[in-house]
């Protein structure tokens, strides 16, 4: 398998790269980026220190009108202090749920790890009110800022920040416009296990200044239906989605759960802007919850959060046309639980970015510190 599709991924790059010779079809974007990450719990004797030098390739291929091909490639080098001392990190980084394991560890020892993820790799058919898409590729149906608990195929980490193209399915997606502000959508995705499935349809629709949409789906061991908005509030974004999960094996013994989020964004004059958050989640074990869970484990729609209630605030301007910067913080009434992230993005030239970004992990009931990280990133994108 592994041979079949290195093979496939050189005759791909060939046949592109030829068709580019005679006629503008294929493009290439991508980015390098070099990220430091600081880590200590309470004292700064406890420095931790890890590199990641990341590249992504993105190829596109539009040999017509209706068809475009995409490759996406995602390269990762680790060094530093997590792949030392993390137990099990190098099976976290290639861990991969699709139909086909497409994420190898080229390079793994104690020191330094170098990984190497398919991303996407699709074809997409438009035409008329059709389009198409087979393949791995992000199915987003989030409407919300931070959580969305209407994302069942490729729910994102929000602590995750520098993985901005967010996970991917191996799916099929079908959408049929019934007009300028209104589709019906159906997906499937198959993973790994009997149980890792999903099966889904959405009508998305205007009423007014609002984009709706309805969702029913079977999700792994669940019935799902659910909605979302999005629309305005005078001059304020109004945007929020519920997702409501049912057992389909002995429902009348088991607890459902329901997961819902509402947000509200408002940009000021000059250049300042807020959003806030809160999500409810009616799956969460307050008693065991654990912030430091959020670092490692991979989200669901069904459980975005290890609390039952969490609220979310971010303040963020644009000082000048270079220089931007955010102040986030997410809280939770159970143990006083808070997570502070601060956040500064400099435009150093065309295509080159600076960025500082902190996260600080607080139990102030306990008065207990989880964890501090600084990110130093660089980043030049083509």
Same mark, same amino acid.
């Given at each position: 398998?592994?041979?079949?599709?290195?093979t496939?991924?050189?005759?791909?790059?060939?046949?592109?790269?030829?068709a580019?010779?005679?006629?503008?079809k294929?493009?290439?974007?991508?980015? +390098?980026? !070099?990220?430091?990450? @600081?880590?200590?719990? %309470?004292?700064? $004797?406890?420095l931790?220190?890890? #590199?990641?030098?990341?590249?992504?390739?993105n190829?596109?291929?539009?040999?017509?009108?209706?068809?475009?091909?995409?490759?996406?490639?995602?390269?990762?080098?680790?060094?530093?202090?997590?792949?030392?001392?993390?137990?099990?990190?190098?099976?976290?980084?290639?861990?991969?749920?699709?139909?086909?394991?497409?994420?190898?560890?080229?390079?793994?020892?104690?020191?330094?790890?170098?990984?190497?993820?398919?991303?996407?790799?699709l074809?997409?058919?438009?035409?008329?009110?059709?389009d198409?898409?087979?393949?791995?590729?992000?199915?987003?149906?989030?409407?919300?800022?931070?959580?969305?608990?209407?994302d +069942?195929? !490729?729910?994102?980490? @929000?602590?995750?920040? %520098?993985?901005? $193209?967010?996970?991917?399915?191996? #799916?099929?997606?079908?959408?049929?416009?019934?007009?300028?502000?209104?589709?019906?959508?159906?997906?499937?995705?198959?993973?790994?296990?009997?149980?890792?499935?999903?099966?889904?349809a959405?009508?998305?629709?205007?009423?007014?200044?609002?984009?709706?949409?309805l969702l029913?789906?079977i999700?792994?061991?669940d019935?799902?239906?659910?909605?979302?908005?999005?629309?305005?509030?005078?001059?304020?974004?109004?945007?929020?989605?519920?997702?409501?999960?049912?057992?389909?094996?002995?429902y009348?013994n088991?607890?459902?759960?329901?997961?819902?989020?509402?947000?509200?964004?408002?940009?000021?004059k000059?250049?300042?802007y807020i959003?806030?958050?809160?999500?409810?989640?009616?799956?969460?074990?307050?008693?065991?919850?654990?912030?430091?869970?959020?670092?490692?484990n991979?989200?669901?729609?069904?459980?975005?959060?290890?609390?039952?209630?969490?609220?979310?605030?971010?303040?963020?301007?644009?000082?000048?046309?270079?220089?931007?910067?955010?102040?986030?913080t997410?809280?939770?009434?159970?143990?006083?639980?808070?997570?502070?992230?601060?956040?500064?993005?400099?435009?150093?030239?065309?295509?080159w970015?600076?960025n500082?970004?902190?996260?600080?992990?607080?139990?102030?009931?306990?008065?207990?510190?989880?964890?501090?990280?600084?990110?130093?990133r660089?980043?030049w994108?083509?």
């Amino acid at each position: 398998m592994k041979k079949l599709l290195v093979t496939y991924l050189l005759l791909f790059i060939y046949t592109t790269i030829n068709a580019q010779e005679k006629e503008e079809k294929l493009f290439l974007s991508g980015y +390098i980026k !070099n990220l430091h990450q @600081f880590s200590f719990v %309470d004292k700064l $004797e406890q420095l931790q220190w890890t #590199a990641l030098l990341h590249n992504r390739l993105n190829f596109k291929y539009i040999p017509s009108e209706e068809i475009t091909f995409r490759l996406e490639l995602r390269n990762r080098f680790f060094y530093g202090d997590n792949v030392k001392n993390i137990f099990g990190y190098s099976g976290m980084i290639s861990n991969d749920n699709g139909i086909t394991d497409l994420s190898w560890n080229i390079i793994d020892n104690k020191d330094i790890l170098f990984n190497t993820t398919v991303e996407r790799v699709l074809v997409n058919y438009i035409k008329d009110n059709w389009d198409i898409t087979l393949g791995r590729q992000r199915v987003n149906w989030g409407m919300n800022l931070v959580w969305n608990p209407n994302d +069942i195929f !490729n729910t994102y980490n @929000f602590l995750d920040f %520098d993985y901005e $193209e967010r996970p991917g399915s191996d #799916a099929i997606r079908i959408q049929y416009y019934l007009g300028d502000f209104s589709k019906i959508e159906v997906a499937a995705k198959k993973g790994i296990g009997k149980d890792n499935h999903i099966v889904a349809a959405m009508y998305k629709f205007n009423s007014g200044s609002y984009d709706i949409q309805l969702l029913t789906a079977i999700y792994q061991q669940d019935w799902v239906i659910g909605t979302g908005w999005a629309g305005n509030l005078k001059n304020a974004g109004f945007k929020g989605e519920i997702s409501y999960f049912v057992p389909y094996e002995n429902y009348f013994n088991s607890e459902n759960v329901m997961s819902a989020s509402v947000s509200v964004d408002y940009g000021f004059k000059k250049g300042l802007y807020i959003n806030s958050s809160i999500l409810y989640n009616s799956s969460a074990n307050d008693a065991s919850s654990d912030l430091a869970a959020l670092l490692y484990n991979s989200l669901t729609a069904k459980n975005l959060m290890p609390y039952t209630y969490s609220g979310f605030l971010q303040l963020a301007k644009e000082f000048t046309p270079i220089l931007k910067g955010s102040l986030s913080t997410i809280y939770s009434p159970t143990n006083q639980s808070v997570i502070i992230m601060p956040s500064l993005d400099y435009s150093i030239a065309t295509n080159w970015e600076l960025n500082f970004t902190g996260q600080s992990f607080f139990e102030f009931q306990d008065y207990q510190t989880i964890g501090n990280s600084m990110f130093v990133r660089l980043r030049w994108s083509f």
